[in-house]
């Protein structure tokens, strides 16, 4: 069953992803990952939970908007099928996702979610 993704609204919830987590830079987004904080978890309405950020640095309402609508859109293609559950997600706009060929920011998402998650293997010890 595909995790539910719910929101992240609080400015503390987006620090401490920010502080805690990972961070992964794609052409077209920024992609901060964290587990959920303990608190959180004891919420029965979601297993993952996702926030935007689009700051003035990437242009106008309108153009911030757009941008807005397009990782929204993107988030919840792929979201549904990717996203860890236990865990909260902050993606980032930059200044090319307003104009990025749609297909190619729905990528960036699902390679940043991949690479994130990814397992490392250790180092042999030489």
């Not at 964290?34 to 106008?60: H, K, S, Y």
């Not at 941008?67 to 236990?86: M, Q, V």
Request: aromatic share 4%; with cysteine.
């Amino acid at each position: 069953m595909p995790p539910i993704v719910g929101r992240l609204k609080r400015r503390a919830e987006f620090r401490r992803v920010a502080r805690e987590g990972k961070k992964l830079a794609m052409q077209g987004l920024v992609l901060q990952a964290a587990p959920m904080a303990a608190d959180a978890r004891l919420e029965p309405a979601c297993d993952a939970r996702l926030g935007l950020t689009v700051t003035r640095r990437i242009g106008g309402a309108v153009v911030r908007n757009r941008a807005r609508r397009r990782l929204r859109a993107a988030a919840a293609e792929i979201f549904p099928s990717c996203a860890r559950a236990g865990y909260d997600y902050v993606l980032i706009a930059r200044r090319t996702t307003p104009t990025r060929p749609y297909r190619e920011l729905v990528g960036d998402v699902k390679r940043a979610l991949a690479r994130l998650h990814r397992r490392r293997r250790p180092r042999p010890d030489a």
